[in-house]
Every structure is written in C-alpha cells, then in structure tokens.
C-alpha cells in the first residue's frame, strides 16, 4: 500500500519505520528540514512508563490553582490567546472526575509498557545507538507530596509495576549527586524506567525506515487533504500527491489539517521548557552530576543525565508561542537543578529550549481512523511522544494492514472525545 505520512518527530518516524517494516511504500512529508525538529528536538528525553499518567487528575486543577500566583507556576497561560482555549480547558477539567482518570492512566499505562517493550526490541535487533541511562527517582520534598502520591503508589502496586519507596538516605545512594542542604522526604524509585535522547533515537530510526525503502521529503508543508478511496494530500507550493492511506502524525499544526476535512479535534498547543547544559568536568570527573533521570515533584520539572550534559525540562504553558520564552519558567528550572546538583552544570553555556507539544485535554492520544475515508491518524501525545511513539506506532501500522491491534484500544480512539468521557 503507497501511504503519505505528514510529520516526522519521533511519532511521524517510528510510524514511517513501522509501516515500511511490513512492506508499505512509504513518503514521509515534513515541513523542516530534518527529523525530530520540533517538539522531539531537545524534550525531556524521560523514558518512565511506569509512572506514565494524564495531566488531567484529580486534584490537579486545585493543584495548579495553589501555584497560580507564585513565582514557580507549573502552567502558564501565555496571553490573550489562552482565551480561545477556555473550551480546552473545559474538557480537561472534566477529565480530573476519578472515573476518567482512571480509565485513561490506565489505557496509557498500557500502551507505555508496550511501547517501552517495542523500544527496547528495535534498538537490540537494529543495533540502535543513542545516549541513554536506566533510573528514574521521583523526589519528594516533604509530607504532602508523600501524600499527594499515593493515589499513583496504589495504582503502581495494582498494576505490577517494580518500584520502591525509599527514605533520604537512601535516594542519596542512588543519585550520590543530591545536594544535602535541600529538603528531601522520600522519593520514589522506578530502577527500570529512565532517561535517552529522543532525537539521536529518531535519527537513527530515520535511516533504518530508509534502508527499507521510505523516502523523506524535507521543507515540504502539507496545507491540505483530500480524504477518498484515493486520498491525497497537497503541499504549499501546490504539488499534489496522491496514496492509498494518508496517515496524520503532525504536532499541534495538525488542527487546521484536519478541520478542513470535517474532522477538528480538541488539539491544543502546550509549550514545554528545557535547558540543556555540559557537565562541568574537576579533574576529570564530573561535579556532582546526576547519574540517570530525576523528577522534583513539588515543582514537577526532571533533571536528565545525557551523556555529558544535564538537560533540565519542565512547564506547560497554554496559548503561548514558540518564539517567546516566560523568564519566570525558565528561573524556575535553573532553580530546581540549583537546588539538587549545585555547580554541576555550565550553565553559561547551556541552551535554551521551548518546543509545542500537542495535547488532547484528557491525556491519551488518538490512534486509528478520522472518520474521513482514507485518512488515520497517530497523534496528541503531549509530553509523553517520547514514551510511547514506538508502541503507538506499531498500533497504527498492524491496524493499517487490516491486523488486529496488539491491545486494547477502546480508549485510544476518537469515540471517547466524542462521548460524555
């Protein structure tokens, strides 16, 4: 089948991959001039399925008002156009309700765990190299985000996930480079969750969905679709291409794609934050650096060791844009890797970072049908493409090629934006 791919982050090239890898013609259409240029270009590079969640919970949006004011806010809303996204916010309200929470955490858990396991199988067999570390810990800075966490520690007791709760003393064990002078209660630890390099993984990838025939067509925006028994899609400079299967895997740009064909989606563009620095080297040993990838709770930002360098991510702000950056989220990262790993980084050299991830308000992403003849869809993962592009991936291209999924997808579809949950 001749499939036209629009997008190439991380999920656009885990998708190409996938659907070459069992015998499609692939043309992979991205409107910058390589892979992994937006949202996939410097994330977190967080590899946590363990304790993958929705954003919408209960008790976040108390949560988040408790912060509203304060100089560390964890969401952000960047101006007069966070109005337009007031019916967003609506809906991802109304996804905090425990029933649905419930239903959607569990739903990404499960695709998380396939997805890491699909990972883990394409970097033994394709020999993949790309920076990466195993160890997550979750840091806890006091009694009420101990307690905060418990409703999740339930859920990871249910589902069988390895973890342990441990004690300062021991969170210092794992990660020797924790500042003592900062307030440590208790931490979390997921030894088989971790940190890698989104990007160098999509790179690597990239040339592997090549070697089996996919082509990519770089500085080529896709303005418009034709859905149909033989969809096409038509780029800026007005050249049409014609398919058997068009699949959407486009960030947050993919709204207007799809609201042309009569398939709008409540897709809103939430920015994330990084700062990547190098590592400062005392006689050739690094300075109090972390080992693997760390989470500060109470401020919800992640420290990540990749290779030799720190990157730091955190914030979510609604109705921004990519060219202005809030000085007050990128302090508060500065803050927080300050506050654990003094003096460890360079951070006069380190490079600052604001990418839109494209976010549906009760967390999954949607994978399958439009509902437009011909056109599929493998997108709004939010913060969490990184985790579960493989998996989601593999999804689309077994349900492309008429295979049964390799899990339930029940809330992985359009039905349930749809519906009342």
Not at 325 to 334: F, G
């Amino acid at each position: 089948m001749r499939v036209a791919l629009v997008g190439a982050g991380i999920v656009g090239v885990t998708t190409a991959y996938e659907l070459a890898a069992l015998g499609h013609e692939v043309t992979v259409f991205e409107r910058r001039g390589s892979v992994a240029e937006e949202a996939s270009f410097a994330n977190g590079g967080i590899l946590a399925p363990g304790s993958i969640a929705p954003w919408a919970a209960p008790g976040e949006p108390s949560r988040l008002l408790r912060q509203w004011l304060g100089p560390n806010a964890a969401l952000r809303l960047g101006g007069a156009g966070a109005l337009a996204q007031l019916p967003w916010l609506w809906r991802w309200w109304r996804a905090c309700r425990p029933a649905v929470h419930q239903a959607n955490r569990l739903a990404l858990h499960q695709l998380a765990g396939f997805s890491r396991d699909r990972m883990l199988e394409l970097t033994r067999t394709l020999r993949l190299e790309f920076e990466q570390m195993p160890g997550w810990l979750v840091l806890l800075r006091g009694a009420r985000e101990l307690h905060e966490a418990q409703g999740g520690l339930a859920l990871l007791r249910e589902l069988g996930v390895a973890h342990d709760v441990v004690d300062p003393v021991r969170a210092r064990q794992i990660e020797p480079g924790l500042a003592t002078g900062t307030e440590l209660h208790a931490a979390i630890h997921l030894a088989q969750d971790g940190v890698g390099n989104c990007r160098q993984f999509a790179q690597a990838l990239k040339a592997e969905a090549q070697r089996l025939g996919a082509r990519f067509q770089f500085d080529a925006e896709v303005r418009s679709l034709a859905p149909g028994t033989r969809p096409a899609l038509q780029l800026a400079g007005g050249e049409i291409h014609e398919a058997e299967a068009i699949v959407v895997c486009a960030g947050a740009q993919a709204n207007a794609l799809l609201a042309g064909i009569g398939c709008g989606l409540p897709l809103a563009a939430v920015h994330g934050y990084s700062v990547t620095a190098p590592l400062r080297h005392l006689d050739g040993h690094g300075h109090n650096a972390p080992r693997a990838a760390l989470r500060d709770e109470r401020f919800r930002v992640a420290i990540a060791r990749l290779g030799q360098r720190v990157r730091v991510s955190g914030g979510a702000e609604l109705g921004g844009s990519a060219a202005r950056m809030h000085p007050a989220t990128l302090r508060t990262l500065y803050k927080v890797l300050d506050d654990w790993f003094p003096g460890a980084a360079l951070v006069r050299e380190a490079q600052q970072w604001k990418g839109a991830r494209p976010m549906l308000p009760d967390g999954p992403p949607v994978l399958g049908e439009s509902g437009a003849p011909g056109v599929w869809l493998n997108l709004g993962h939010g913060a969490s493409g990184w985790v579960l592009a493989c998996g989601s991936a593999r999804v689309l291209a077994e349900r492309i090629s008429g295979r049964a999924a390799p899990l339930d997808c029940a809330r992985l579809g359009l039905a349930r934006l749809r519906g009342a949950g």
